[in-house]
């Protein structure tokens, strides 16, 4: 599957913000899907996930409460809605999927298709 983020731009601390992830090619329903973010100079890191079907999500510590996924088989997109955003949310966000991901969702080596990303700037 080929994935396309797009949302991103720049809020200020408090706001929120909705990043959407397409996808195309197989049905997206035969994918987990799940949200990483990549600050500058540091390493990729787990947002959240979301199963095959919507049911069942997980979520990063750091962004529980605060950040949502949903996905909308039938138009094959996932949504990651953000709210009380902070400065430390800055970052470029990544979708990504795999046909199977293990209990190791949070490891980015469990996904095979990865979007492009789109950068998220919050200002203080």
């Known amino acids: 599957v080929q994935l396309q983020a797009s949302g991103g731009g720049l809020v200020q601390a408090g706001g929120s913000l909705s990043l959407s992830c397409a996808a195309s090619g197989r049905p997206f329903s035969d994918y987990v899907a799940g949200w990483f973010r990549q600050a500058p100079g540091k390493e990729r890191v787990f947002v959240g996930v979301i199963g095959k079907s919507g049911v069942g999500t997980y979520y990063a510590d750091s962004v529980k409460g605060r950040f949502t996924v949903s996905r909308d088989n039938a138009k094959n997109t996932m949504t990651l809605q953000m709210t009380s955003l902070e400065p430390e949310d800055t970052a470029v966000y990544y979708c990504?999927?795999?046909?199977?991901?293990?209990?190791?969702?949070?490891?980015?080596?469990?996904?095979?298709?990865w979007g492009q990303g789109t950068e998220v700037t919050v200002s203080s």
């Open positions: 990504a999927a795999s046909d199977w991901v293990g209990p190791n969702y949070s490891y980015t080596t469990e996904y095979n298709c």
